[in-house]
């Protein structure tokens, strides 16, 4: 196809303003340019950003907001100098769909720590200088370079997590050398991000132990997930029993919460990685510099390591533990995330539901 393919409707759920109510709506995505690939979207993962775009917390929300950046799909169309895709095949989209393409970081796949920033899926400016909308609608059109192959025998519904929760945890779990088996692991939370670093882990050979404030969590942890070992981090005890036992630590949880208490865990060298964002991060430098630890942050991944995991997943029968639901429910959803009523990642039916409520309207 050229780049002068004709524009078509877009169907969607958009919130109109910081209500954060979510509506349907219909717009224009660009036409799909040479090096563009446009898919069909058939699911879509709920996360928490979603939430906080939607009701504008960080105060730069641009309504109305398509939100959804956890997406995949089958290929509808691709531009005449698209050499990777073809039409019919399953791909995924993540938490970005532009970067400089030039930088150090772009030239390594790293584009997520692109130099000059890169575009959000959503909320962000696109190509053609229009505001990014998201996932939760019927297609969209992305440059074939932030465009994943999904492999043909892993179900699209359960690669969607992948794309954000799921990368989130994998990208700084390979930076830091996890996936030495026979290592030890702590995972602070255990909600979409963490269940998945749990699954990782011992894929990994990892002996992995969740780090909880919820006791109810402890039979899934043990039983579902199949962690070694459950700590409930609010008892002293059981945490003193754990000091110095841990090589590395994933924090999922953005919630406040102390850090000496986690960092005491970790052996000499021991490297502890935030992937969530709770309010600030404060804690003594005795637990640091003594044994020589590291802190870290980390958030989502290129676009090489992003593939890679895909196909991780795939050869491992990796698969986030979810719960699908129809478009028309995504207004409970959301609150339902509010609430952490959720195990583990919601993900939203797009394709039939999207269309018949559309008809309805």
């Known amino acids: 196809m050229s780049s002068e393919s004709t524009k078509e409707e877009c ?40 939430v906080g775009s939607t009701t504008n917390k960080l105060g730069y929300s641009k309504y109305p907001l398509v939100p959804g ?37 772009c030239n390594e796949g790293e584009e997520v720590n692109c130099v000059k920033g ?59 050398g996890m996936n030495r088996a026979g290592k030890s692991l702590g995972v602070i939370g255990l909600g979409g991000l963490g269940h998945m670093a749990v699954k990782f882990g011992k894929a990994f050979g990892l002996k992995v132990t969740v780090l909880s404030t919820t006791l109810s969590k402890k039979e899934e942890a043990l039983s579902v997930l199949g962690a070694d070992n459950f700590v409930l981090s609010s008892d002293q005890d059981q945490m ?35 992937v969530a964002f709770p309010s600030e991060v404060k804690f003594s430098p005795a637990n640091l510099n003594p044994g020589m630890k590291s802190i870290t942050g980390s958030v989502a991944g290129g676009t090489r390591v992003t593939q890679e995991m895909l196909e991780f997943c795939a050869a491992h029968k990796i698969y986030p533990k ?11 959803a959301l609150q339902r995330v509010i609430n952490k009523d959720v195990r583990y990642r919601f993900v939203i039916e797009i394709e039939n539901p999207l269309e018949r409520n559309h008809i309805n309207k």
């Not at 019919?88 to 970005?96: E, L, Q, S």
């Not at 000496?260 to 000499?268: H, N």
Request: glycine share 8%; with cysteine; proline share 5%.
């Open 11 to 50: 169907l969607a759920w958009a919130a109109k303003d910081p209500s954060g109510v979510l509506l349907p709506y219909k717009f224009s995505r660009r036409a799909v340019g040479s090096e563009d690939v446009s898919l069909k979207i058939t699911h879509c993962g709920i996360c928490y950003a979603d």
């Open 69 to 105: 950046h956890e997406i995949v799909g089958t290929v509808k169309e691709v531009g005449s100098n698209v050499s990777h895709f073809k039409v019919g095949d399953h791909v995924g989209v993540g938490t970005y769909v532009n970067s400089c393409r030039d930088c150090e970081y």
């Open 118 to 176: 890169i575009v959000f899926t959503f909320n962000g400016i696109d190509t053609d200088g229009t505001i990014t909308k998201g996932g939760y609608s019927s297609y969209i059109v992305v440059h074939q370079r932030y465009c994943f192959r999904i492999p043909d025998d892993y179900p699209l519904a359960l690669a969607a997590p992948l794309l954000c929760a799921g990368i989130t945890v994998y990208n700084p779990m390979i930076r830091h």
């Open 240 to 274: 003193k029993a754990l000091s110095k036992s841990l090589d590395f630590i994933i924090d999922t949880s953005s919630g406040d919460h102390p850090f000496d208490p986690f960092m005491a865990l970790l052996k000499t060298n021991g490297v502890f990685v935030l």
């Open 322 to 332: 979810i719960e699908i639901i129809p478009i028309q429910y995504v207004n409970e």
